[in-house]
C-alpha cells in the first residue's frame, strides 16, 4: 500500500513495553511546561508521547496548543493528522493534512499522506491527482502507479488500470500485485481466460500469494467451477487465515455444496473481523436454519432487521 509516513494502521498490535518510558517523557515536558507555559516544542513532546499512550484527546490539545503558539508549523499539522487518523476520523485527518499542504506546497510527504487518505475514504479522483503529482516527482516509483491502477479498477475503468499496471511489468516483469490485478480487470471485462492467464502468472511468481489465489477463486465461481474455487479459497485462507473475502466467498461455496458446519465456521469468524451487516446475518441465519437451530436463527433474523433501518440511513 502507499505508506501514511508515520502513520499506524488500523488494528496495527500495539507494544505497551515502552510505556513506561512515554509517561517518564511526559513527566519531563511536565516540568518544562510548568518552568514556561510557552514553551511550544515542550507541549509538541507531550502530545507526541500521549499518542504513544493512544490518549489521543490529550495528544491534540497538546499540538493545538503547539499551534497556538506556531500557527505556520505544516509539519505539526501532519502530526495532527496522524493522530486523526489513529483515533478514526479520516475527515479530520484531511483537513489536516490540507492545512499542511496549503502552509508548504511542496511538502510531498504530506502529499503521499493525503493520496491514502483519500483512498481509504473512497475519493479516488482525488487520490488519482495526488498520485500524478507524487509520479511526476519520481516516475519509477512503482507503488504509486499500482495504486494508480487500483482508483482506476475503483472506478471500473479497467482498460486504463490495465494500461497501468502493464506499464509497472514493462519495468519488473515479475512484480505479482500487477499481474494479480491485470486479472481482476480482465475477470470484471468478463475475459476470464485472459484472467486466469494473469492470475496463474502472479501465482508462479510467488505461490503463496493469497491474494492471487482469491481472485482465481472468484474466476472459477464465475465459471461454475466450486470446487476449483474452494481449493483456491483455502489455499489462500491457509497463508492469510483473516482475508475477509475468502473467507465470505468460501462460506457462500460450502451453503452452494450444503456443506453447512464449515459455513458456519467461516461466517463465524468473519462476523469477528467486520462489522456485523443485515446480509451477513441474515446469511448466517439461513445456515442455522439448514442445521435446524430455530433459536440461533430468529436471534440473527432480529439483529439483521434492526441493521436494516440503521443502514437505510447512511
Known amino acids: 500500500m502507499i505508506s501514511l509516513s508515520g502513520f499506524a494502521q488500523f488494528g496495527e498490535s500495539i507494544d505497551t513495553s515502552k510505556y513506561a518510558s512515554y509517561r517518564l517523557s511526559i513527566r519531563i515536558a511536565n516540568n518544562r511546561i510548568n518552568a514556561d507555559p510557552t514553551n511550544a516544542e515542550a507541549y509538541l513532546q507531550r502530545g507526541y508521547y500521549k499518542d504513544l499512550l493512544t490518549d489521543f484527546d490529550g495528544a491534540l490539545l497538546d499540538i493545538d496548543k503547539y499551534l497556538s503558539l506556531k500557527p505556520e508549523d505544516a509539519s505539526v499539522y501532519k502530526s495532527r493528522a496522524k493522530v486523526n487518523y489513529e483515533r478514526g476520523d479520516l475527515k479530520q485527518a484531511i483537513i489536516d493534512i490540507n492545512k499542511a499542504i496549503q502552509l508548504k506546497p511542496d511538502f510531498y510527504e504530506a502529499i ?13 479522483e482525488a487520490c488519482k491527482a495526488d498520485l500524478l503529482i507524487l509520479l ?13 491502477g ?44 485472459k484472467a486466469i492467464s494473469a492470475v496463474n502468472t502472479a501465482i508462479k511468481i510467488d505461490p503463496r500469494y493469497p ?8 474466476i472459477k465461481i464465475s465459471n461454475g467451477d466450486g470446487t476449483g474455487a474452494l481449493e483456491d479459497l483455502t489455499k489462500a485462507l491457509s497463508y492469510n487465515p483473516f482475508l475477509v473475502t475468502s473467507l465470505n466467498n468460501r462460506a457462500l461455496v460450502y451453503m452452494a455444496a450444503k456443506r453447512y458446519n464449515e459455513a458456519l465456521g467461516d461466517m463465524n469468524l468473519l462476523l469477528q473481523l467486520v462489522p456485523p451487516s443485515s446480509e451477513l446475518l441474515t446469511r448466517r441465519a439461513k445456515i442455522y436454519e439448514e442445521l435446524g437451530n430455530k433459536e440461533l436463527m430468529e436471534i440473527d433474523l432480529q439483529l439483521a432487521e434492526a441493521l436494516k433501518a440503521t443502514e437505510g440511513q447512511k
Open 211 to 218: 491474494e492471487a489465489y482469491e481472485k482465481r477463486a472468484q
Open 136 to 148: 511526476k516527482r519520481n516516475p519509477n516509483d512503482l507503488s504509486l502507479l499500482l495504486y494508480l
Open 150 to 193: 487500483y482508483c482506476e479498477s475503483k472506478l471500473e475503468n479497467f482498460e486504463k488500470a490495465i494500461s497501468h499496471f502493464k506499464t509497472i511489468l514493462s519495468k519488473d516483469s515479475l512484480y505479482k500485485e500487477a499481474w494479480s490485478n491485470i486479472g481482476y480487470c480482465y475477470f470484471s471485462l468478463g475475459d476470464n481466460a
Open 112 to 124: 503521499n499522506d493525503r493520496s491514502t487518505l483519500y483512498y481509504k475514504t473512497g475519493d479516488y
